[in-house]
């Protein structure tokens, strides 16, 4: 019998975790609204514009620093201070890595996160690098196919593994490709770009923890210490937001940092 992972539910573990959930349907409706009055009415409610601002006057601050290479210029774009709605830097989730990954799979919030690993061990899904070209096409094309789009959809130009650039891959028992995430990495930090999942397949709800601590690993052995998902969480899925409480992940109100000038030094060097 194929075991399943629990459903999305809302959890108070996040100190702002029902205003935030609160706040997320209130940007939906928004976003969802059906005409230009509709929307005018949605926005104007007193309970979402209240979760919203529980949640920026909540989260606490997150101070990230990114070098002048490539990969920190990439990174610090996802957060521009000088964006008038502050939705790129709050609630962003965040997660720190500790030095192994036994620390990281270890305790009681992580139980879940083994349960499941455990799960997708039992049925035979496996996650390995992508490290070059053709694998990375054959992989983004099965899954684009399971998803009705096509590889360029998840490949864009100039994004090819690389030093800076971790693509990574799980497949099932038979070897199909079932799901692929791609991460930028500037020193000690790091952005997850992109984790998609095939669809209509049994081990679907388990490959994305598979792929994850798949990912946790490379990290912590690049000497990675945190991760950081770009785009707020106001306008992810709820079970996206599950999945990173299970995970570990925390939203946090993320303070772009100057660039130092060692990590200027640094990158005058590589590039």
Not at 36 to 62: F, I, W
Not at 239 to 247: A, E, L, M, S
């Amino acid at each position: 019998m194929t075991q399943t992972v629990v459903a999305p539910r809302r959890s108070s573990e996040w100190a702002c975790g029902e205003a935030l959930e609160a706040a997320a349907v209130y940007v939906q409706t928004v976003r969802e609204a059906p005409s230009a009055p509709a929307r005018a009415r949605a926005a104007a409610s007193r309970e979402g514009v209240t979760a919203v601002r529980t949640v920026l006057r909540q989260l606490p601050d997150h101070p990230l620093g990114f070098s002048d290479a490539p990969a920190g210029r990439e990174l610090r774009a996802w957060f521009r201070p000088d964006r008038r709605l502050p939705f790129n830097r709050a609630p962003v989730a965040v997660l720190e890595l500790p030095a192994s990954t036994a620390e990281y799979l270890a305790g009681r919030p992580k139980q879940a996160l083994r349960t499941n690993l455990s799960r997708a061990a039992a049925q035979g899904l496996a996650c390995a690098p992508v490290e070059d070209a053709d694998e990375l096409h054959r992989v983004a094309s099965a899954i684009a196919v399971r998803r009705g789009t096509t590889p360029d959809a998840f490949v864009r130009p100039g994004q090819l593994p690389a030093r800076d650039r971790l693509w990574s891959a799980a497949s099932d028992a038979e070897g199909r490709p079932l799901a692929l995430c791609q991460t930028v990495v500037d020193e000690d930090r790091a952005g997850l770009v992109l984790m998609v999942t095939a669809v209509g397949h049994a081990a679907a709800p388990l490959v994305r923890y598979a792929l994850h601590a798949h990912l946790a690993g490379r990290l912590v052995e690049r000497g990675v210490t945190t991760l950081a998902v770009g785009g707020s969480m106001l306008l992810t899925s709820a079970g996206t937001r599950y999945f990173q409480r299970r995970t570990g992940f925390t939203p946090v109100h993320v303070r772009p940092q100057p660039v130092p000038a060692r990590r200027r030094a640094r990158a005058a060097v590589v590039s």
